[in-house]
């Protein structure tokens, strides 16, 4: 099986863009779980979809936003970019059956100028 | 704070030696993990331990956990240059299945 794949894997945007990334799970898996990981926050959780619905929340500003397709592909969105925001973004995909463990993609590492 | 809390936060070790790294959190939990991450990439599933479990092994790795003094420790044995990385552990909460909850890490640097 192919694993968690996360598009793209660099981006450089300027303060005040927006952007958005995917996310494409192992096939089979449902939930989708985002974080973002900074030297100075560490890994923190953003947010988890499981068939389209935001299951669980992080505590992070209304400009980071997600999303679920019917296929578990899943997108964030960051709106009104901060210098702050840059960081590596992970999503994490679980299979269905109930296990924990989460399946890591390679993330997408964000610099905000 | 529900997240695990490593220590120590950095540990260098000579190849061929064992590497222990510890783990705390603050309330009753379902499981914990452990995960590994090599430098900017993402993190790999290590071993995951039930609350009524006291010891597991996975290869060189050993992990324990103590639910009275709320702690997980893990134990590379004969460890090597490739076990360079950030080890997080994530204590899954009853309530939050779906979302795990890191420390810092503990990074280690294994001298060849």
């Known amino acids: 099986k192919a694993g968690v794949t996360q598009t793209p894997r660099y981006l450089i945007k300027t303060r005040g863009q927006q952007v958005t990334l995917s996310c494409s799970p192992i096939s089979g898996h449902r939930s989708v779980s985002w974080y973002q990981q900074t030297p100075g926050q560490g890994l923190q959780f953003l947010f988890e979809?499981?068939?389209?619905?935001?299951?669980n929340k992080g505590n992070f500003p209304g400009r980071f936003s997600g999303r679920q397709f019917s296929n578990s592909r899943s997108e964030m969105n960051v709106s009104t970019l901060e210098l702050g925001d840059s960081a590596l973004y992970l999503c994490?995909?679980?299979?269905?059956?109930?296990?924990?463990?989460?399946?890591f993609g390679p993330g997408t590492r964000l610099t905000v100028t | 704070s529900q997240q695990g809390e490593e220590d120590p936060q950095a540990l260098s070790i000579q190849e061929g030696e064992n590497a222990t790294m510890n783990c705390s959190y603050k309330?009753?939990?379902?499981?914990l993990q452990w995960y590994r991450q090599n430098s900017g990439r993402g993190l790999v599933h290590l071993i995951l331990i039930r609350s009524n479990e006291r010891e597991k092994h996975s290869g060189r790795l050993r992990v324990t956990l103590d639910t009275s003094k709320k702690s997980s420790s893990l134990l590379i044995t004969a460890s090597r240059a490739a076990d360079t990385a950030s080890y997080f552990c994530?204590?899954?909460?009853?309530?939050?299945?779906?979302?795990?909850?890191f420390g810092d890490g503990t990074t280690l640097t294994v001298k060849p």
């Open positions: 979809y499981f068939s389209e619905t935001q299951r």
């Open positions: 309330t009753s939990i379902n499981n």
């Open positions: 994490a995909s679980r299979p269905p059956s109930g296990s924990y463990e989460q399946y």
């Open positions: 994530a204590p899954i909460y009853n309530t939050n299945a779906g979302k795990s909850t």
